[in-house]
């Protein structure tokens, strides 16, 4: 299994970008799939995350600007930043939480991809 992270880059404040995250393999369900934001000098944090049933969680930093679509056909998901800030520069991960036919789960990371805000 792997996941495929894309859609870092530079964009100015207020403007937006969408990161998608692809899982690839042999998968039977994906039950959870997050994103994940690593600053300098910070420890890698929550952004937002969303299960299977569709329940979403995000970290309050980011609450009414991202938000997290997900396409179970397709095994992806995505992360729509709108109104971003200089803050909000860092590497994005995906991870997911994925099971094989054998009904074993294990947790998964994407590559990262840099995202930076200009002031």
């Known amino acids: 299994v792997q996941l495929q992270a894309s859609g870092g880059g530079l964009v100015q404040a207020g403007g937006s970008l969408r990161l998608s995250c692809a899982a690839s393999g042999s998968i039977f369900d994906i039950d959870i799939m997050g994103w994940y934001r690593q600053a300098p000098g910070n420890e890698r944090e929550l952004v937002a995350r969303?299960?299977?049933?569709?329940?979403?969680n995000y970290a309050a930093s980011v609450k009414g600007r991202f938000t997290i679509p997900r396409d179970n056909a397709n095994n992806t998901m995505y992360l729509q930043m709108n109104s971003l800030k200089p803050e909000d520069t860092a590497v994005y991960y995906c991870?997911?939480?994925?099971?094989?036919?054998?009904?074993?789960?294990?947790?998964?990371w994407g590559q990262g991809t840099l995202v930076t805000v200009s002031s």
């Open positions: 969303i299960f299977s049933g569709g329940v979403t």
């Open positions: 991870n997911a939480e994925i099971r094989n036919w054998a009904q074993k789960g294990y947790l998964y």
